[in-house]
């Protein structure tokens, strides 16, 4: 039994860092799931904005009250890394950043959401059958069923699977759209009609 006082500053000072690798080196359920749809929004959010020349997403950060910048592909390692491991590995912050060069994060997310609600078809992506991750359009490896989870976007590929598998049993693309919405899966992003 140990005689300190957590409340003594001395205690801080002596922090267990075996106790905090093992803590950070767990996300739970639901903390997974949060990591895996911010990876598939950021997957929609850079084939939606890179194309117009942007060059990631910004954050407002609440703890230093300041926006913060970071490029495509540090954020998607960033977030990778996370589910992976449960930390996320230190980088530089954007030198110098041009803020009309980052599309806000949450302005990204409500246009995506739009784009998707008034044609649903319109979503991106692209199809397991054509070898891509229906959420983020990246190439799967070529054995049908060889993963899980996509390795772009980290995304689950068993809702893409269902919904074709129901598809091509003759449902409606809005029939599965409907059932998947009520299972609260994840809505794969096809390509048009």
Do not use: I
């Amino acid at each position: 039994m140990d005689d300190r006082d957590e409340f003594d500053d001395d205690y801080d000072d002596e922090y267990d860092d075996e106790e905090e690798e093992e803590y950070l080196g767990r996300l739970d359920g639901e903390e997974a799931v949060l990591v895996r749809r911010d990876l598939d929004d950021l997957a929609a959010f850079r084939a939606t904005f890179e194309p117009e020349g942007f060059k990631g997403v910004s954050l407002y950060c609440a703890d230093c009250g300041e926006e913060h910048y970071y490029e495509w592909d540090m954020l998607q390692h960033n977030l990778a890394a996370l589910l992976e491991s449960g930390a996320t590995p230190v980088h530089e912050p954007a030198f110098d950043p041009h803020p009309d060069e980052y599309v806000n994060w949450e302005y990204a997310q409500g246009y995506v959401d739009g784009l998707s609600d008034a044609d649903p078809s319109a979503r991106l992506g692209g199809s397991l059958a054509d070898g891509q991750c229906p959420f983020c359009a990246a190439g799967l490896p070529e054995e049908p069923g060889a993963v899980t989870f996509c390795p772009a976007c980290g995304q689950h590929l068993g809702p893409a699977r269902l919904a074709e598998a129901l598809e091509a049993e003759g449902w409606s693309r809005d029939a599965v759209d409907e059932l998947l919405s009520l299972a609260r899966l994840p809505l794969p992003r096809r390509p048009g009609r």
